[in-house]
């Protein structure tokens, strides 16, 4: 399997060199040059998650040089629970966040960094990756500790919850986080500054972790298919999918698992307020625009990056609208389905997950499986006072919680994270 751009302007790859390189030379985002079928009925002797990720992703590690090492890197990669519980008969919901940092993109980010250990494992590498909530910590987790990686997390100071920053800041030793006096756009402008910056990137090995690596994207197609497998284990049918979306990275992994053979139904993607894929899916034209702040802040996206590999997946307009269902919810739907969910199902649900479940109602059909993106926890300010009370904390998060947090204050141009960096 060989990887090739979006915008078709560079040549194939091997997956390695994909998830160094990040982005394609074109501006693009890699995708593998074709979809190869799997047979369902083949993983019928598979129950763990790492076996059956192993399996789903084998096609597309084919003559890669990690393609042997791949089991391996699914174990340690996914040593945390994925369970599907049975909310009713027809619901289930995929708890996609039992990770070190207790959201979905900890399967990305652990799954690339394990790669990226057994790519040339003598190499230093340096990860820059600007953020404004969930990436960063995801990126941290992952990366703390291993040997040769120096990892930098810049995000707006003061632009993130004080869970939030704890999760970027309190790691020490390889990850240093710094607070940028400035916009999440400035965090970012300052991380492509610095790769367009060929002499400061020389013999650093720059390397970017942000979402649309497709190394990220990989344990995402097979964690839908993992879900499609025990769900029709379970009940005999083949469940449709509700997934939160903002970049659209979770939710291209949904079409992904379904195009290579999985049992999956429909595929219905709940968007916040940020309207600009529920305005597609629902006839409009495809039309980005500048995001606005919504209390399911981590899908506070206006341009969803992924929406490319979607078309390239399904280059037809309206065989494209055709392949999923979806929803713009607002800020007040939002709060009345947190609320609800907990009287009428005695589930605390994040404010992201709440858009699917809110989605999940409109819905008439059965056998549905909604992606839970983030534990309630970490957004414990918005829901404690709808419900009227405390969220168990999850022992992960608590320990990083307990943790002091260290940040270096910076300016938001280039030349401040040059200085800082060198200490
Ligand atoms: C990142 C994130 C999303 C959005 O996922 P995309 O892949 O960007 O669509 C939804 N919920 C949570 C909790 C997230 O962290």
């Known amino acids: 399997m060989k990887y090739i751009s979006t915008r078709g302007g560079t040549a194939k790859v091997t997956l390695s060199e994909a998830m160094i390189r990040g982005l394609a030379g074109d501006g693009g985002l890699f ?105 960063g910590g995801a990126v941290a987790a992952a990366f703390h500790g291993r040997p040769g990686i120096e990892v930098g997390i810049l995000y707006p100071d003061g632009g993130v919850s004080a869970r939030q920053q ?57 964690y839908y298919g993992a879900a499609s497998l025990w769900y029709r284990r379970r009940t005999g049918a083949s469940p449709a999918f509700i997934i939160p979306a903002g970049n659209l990275g979770n939710g291209v992994g949904a079409f992904y698992a379904r195009q290579l053979g999985f049992p999956i139904d429909k595929i219905a993607l709940a968007c916040n307020a940020n309207p600009t894929i529920a305005d597609f899916f629902n006839g409009g034209n495809y039309r980005p625009r500048p995001s606005i702040p919504t209390l399911a802040n981590a899908m506070d996206v206006g341009a969803p990056s992924n929406f490319e590999r979607l078309q390239h997946l399904i280059p037809d307009i309206e065989q494209l609208r055709g392949a999923a269902l979806s929803i713009s919810v607002g800020d007040e739907q939002i709060r009345e389905t947190i609320l609800r969910v907990d009287r009428e199902w005695g589930e605390i649900i994040c404010p992201h997950t709440a858009t699917a479940f809110y989605f999940r109602d ?35 998060l608590a320990e990083i919680l307990s943790r002091e947090g260290k940040a270096e204050k910076i300016g938001n141009r280039l030349e401040d994270f040059k200085r800082a960096w060198k200490g």
């Open 362 to 396: 409109q819905l008439n059909s059965p056998h549905w499986i909604i992606a839970a993106t983030a534990h309630p926890a970490k957004f414990e300010i918005l829901i404690e006072p709808l419900i009227g009370r405390k969220i168990p904390v999850p022992a992960q």
């Open 166 to 222: 704890r999760q970027l800041t309190g790691w020490g030793g390889n990850v240093r986080a710094f607070a940028v006096a400035g916009s999440f756009d400035d965090c970012q402008r300052i991380v492509k500054e610095a790769f367009a910056d060929r002499t400061w990137g020389e013999g650093r090995g720059l390397t970017s972790a942000n979402s649309i690596n497709i190394g990220r994207l990989l344990p995402q197609i097979a």
């Open 31 to 135: 995708v593998p040059d074709n979809i190869p079928s799997i047979n369902p009925e083949s993983f019928s002797p598979l129950e763990t998650f790492p076996e059956i990720a192993a399996a789903a992703l084998a096609p597309f590690f084919a003559g890669d040089p990690l393609e042997k090492q791949l089991p391996g890197i699914c174990r340690s990669a996914f040593d945390f629970d994925l369970p599907v519980r049975f909310l009713r008969n027809d619901t289930g919901l995929l708890e996609l966040f039992h990770g070190p940092t207790c959201a979905f993109k900890d399967f990305g980010a652990q799954f690339l960094a394990e790669c990226f250990m057994r790519i040339d494992p003598g190499a230093t590498r340096t990860v820059l990756v600007a953020t404004s909530g969930d990436t």
